[in-house]
């Protein structure tokens, strides 16, 4: 760990030792990717010109205690306003879509309604999972979702619910119909996981897809 080094700080020793290059630009902070210890990762860098500070600090809360349960991409170090995560080289998952088969895809929607529903369970909300385009990659596949930026608790986390709502879409649904997934009885069902958030009610929705 780097104490509460921030990123200004190191950037120069990052850039001779690591391979540091410039990788993406988000609302609220920078990305870089760079080469740490033999292992290929992101660096991510809280903006200073931003409205709302701290999001780093939020997402290495959020890493360190999601990545015990294998949800988002592993936390590797962090100082005062950066991250250093591996870095997920993969697909985006409405471009997986595209290409996968229909087995394929039911087992990985499957997988991250999964995730989802751990996440309810922990009464997290991550806030994106009614359209999460650039949210979850898929390496393998495997979905790793990315960016906790803004994760908070809440007593009534909507993250199942709002990923069905995605599945649902017309964009998404039309890709699902063609590769003969129809989601159908889907309203009664979610109403009835949000009652309770039951085990009962969540595999009822599991069941929506075979």
């Known amino acids: ?22 990788f993406a630009k988000g609302q609220r902070s920078l990305v870089y990717r760079a080469n740490y210890n033999n292992q290929e990762v992101i660096i991510k860098v809280e903006k200073k010109n931003t409205d709302v500070l701290n999001k780093i600090v939020n997402e290495i809360k959020w890493l360190k205690e999601l990545n015990q349960y294998n949800i988002g991409p592993k936390l590797i170090d962090y100082g005062g306003d950066f991250l250093i995560a591996e870095f997920i080289k993969g697909i985006l998952f409405k471009e ?42 898929i390496k393998h596949n495997e979905p790793i979702m990315i960016d906790f930026e803004r994760s908070h608790t809440t007593l009534k986390p909507k ?14 649904s039309a890709i699902l119909k063609e590769k003969e997934i129809l989601l159908k009885n889907t309203t009664e069902a979610l109403k009835e996981y949000k009652k309770d958030y039951s085990e009962e ?5 599991l069941e929506l897809l075979k």
């Open 1 to 22: 760990m780097f104490s509460k080094n921030e990123f200004s700080e190191l950037k120069k020793q990052f850039e001779k030792e690591n391979q540091l290059e410039y």
């Open 96 to 137: 997986w879509l595209l290409i996968a088969e229909k087995e394929e895809i039911i087992n990985l929607v499957i997988k991250i309604l999964k995730q989802c529903r751990k996440l309810d369970e922990l009464l997290v909300s991550k806030e994106e999972m009614h359209n999460p385009f650039k949210h979850i990659i």
């Open 159 to 172: 993250n199942v619910t709002q990923f069905f709502q995605y599945l649902t879409s017309e964009n998404i």
């Open 201 to 205: 009610s969540f595999h009822k929705l």
